[in-house]
């Protein structure tokens, strides 16, 4: 039997969109590995979290800025040089002196920096692939996208993580550099359709967009699964080693379960999207993620935990695909990017509350009660999804500014 390709992967720009981003993700799965990791050890848990929350915030600030910069000129310039920076970035790594307070700075500098990198490269990404290929291939592009995400970013970090006692710190972080240097040179020979003059006209006034509100319920209670999987990574190893008793290797292998369900969603989702409308998908992904969330109020255990990772991965992932799609779909190319930045912004918010409310309310709440707190908080895609449905109707025209 002959195996088939997908005529999208037979056009060049989306072959080299594709690589690049693999590279990317690769550097990217280590870094927000390592970097976490390493400032830990020379510091504490605590400050890294009181940092992390605090970067949430900074980039909350900056996302209409992004947004301006990604619509403003071409994205493959964009991408090029967020890669190059964090090229930049490693390198100076690379050749620190381990140890002391300059070192515990440049550790500071570096994971803000790459908080920064990380909302360029999604946002500007975002935009590129739509500019790259037709209606009828976003869902299916996503999808591969999602995949190479899930693939490069676990297998790097986990590789990483295994090689630190047996490479130096500093050809860690050479690998990281190289395998940025490299996307960037690859995004730099895409051919992207030139970008229309009056696009680098963009000024601070066009922060003033008025998006479709429909769309901005759809997409934030797209989010919250997303959200969740940030919050999971403080509940999950807390949950795993106080709550369960349990080992590093138990944490290892619910991760994995969670990689898994994400690859195999990203390689199915192009299909999908092609039988059902990434709208159904995206109110199945929402309401599928409270479900299994749920399941852990009456079972817990590493078998249930893994089991539920494998949902949160296949739920998390389509939803992130579907709501991408109908962005994508609805939303022009011209300012596709201040709309991405716009709907980060409220993303970031929520998880920066999210986070604050669980770090502090479980100070005083014994954490076998988590998932309680998860479920209720994932219950509220469904509710904004069911406000949106009800009160602001989407229109499914595609539109440039709404």
């Not at 890294?48 to 910069?69: E, K």
């Amino acid at each position: 039997m002959r195996l088939k390709i997908s005529p999208l992967l037979l056009e060049r720009k989306i072959r080299q969109m594709l690589l690049a981003n693999f590279c990317a993700s690769a550097a990217v799965g280590i870094a927000s590995i390592l970097i976490p990791w390493l400032f830990i050890k020379e510091s504490s848990s605590n400050t890294f979290t009181i940092l992390a929350t605090i970067t949430i915030f900074l980039i909350m600030y900056i996302m209409p800025m992004i947004g301006r910069i990604i619509d403003r000129g071409q994205r493959t310039t964009v991408l090029m040089t967020t890669s190059t920076c964090g090229c930049l970035l490693f390198c100076a790594l690379a050749f620190l002196p381990i140890g002391g307070m300059i070192y515990l700075t440049s550790l500071l500098v570096a994971y803000v920096l790459m908080q920064v990198y990380f909302n360029f490269y999604y946002t500007a990404r975002g935009a590129l692939a739509q500019s790259l290929t037709v209606r009828e291939n976003y869902g299916k592009l996503n999808g591969w996208l999602e995949v190479e995400n899930q693939i490069a970013a676990f297998s790097a970090g986990t590789i990483a993580v295994l090689l630190l006692d047996i490479l130096p710190m500093e050809a860690i972080f050479i690998v990281c550099a190289l395998s940025l240097a490299l996307s960037a040179f690859l995004f730099g020979r895409i051919d992207e359709p030139v970008r229309p003059l009056q696009a680098k006209k963009i000024t601070a006034a066009s922060d003033d967009l008025n998006f479709n509100k429909a769309l901005i319920y759809l997409v934030t209670a797209g989010n919250i699964p997303f959200i969740c999987v940030m919050l999971l990574n403080i509940i999950k190893p807390v949950f795993v080693a106080d709550v369960l008793k349990s080992d590093a290797q138990s944490l290892a292998l619910v991760t994995l379960s969670y990689t898994v369900g994400a690859i195999l969603t990203g390689a199915f989702s192009g299909m999908l999207l092609t039988r059902i409308d990434p709208y159904v998908s995206l109110v199945t992904a929402v309401c599928g993620f409270v479900l299994v969330t749920a399941f852990l109020i009456f079972e817990d255990g590493i078998v249930s935990l893994c089991v539920v990772s494998v949902g949160w991965g296949v739920f998390n992932s389509l939803s992130r695909i579907s709501r991408q799609t109908i962005a994508m779909e609805l939303v022009s190319n011209d300012v596709i990017g201040r709309f991405i930045a716009y709907t980060q912004r409220i993303n970031l918010f929520i998880r920066g509350v999210v986070i604050i409310s669980y770090t502090t309310l479980f100070l005083y709440v014994d954490y076998a009660y988590s998932f309680w707190f998860l479920t209720v908080f994932a219950a509220f895609g469904p509710m904004l999804l069911l406000y949106q449905q009800q009160k602001h109707p989407l229109d499914r025209t595609p539109e440039g500014q709404a």
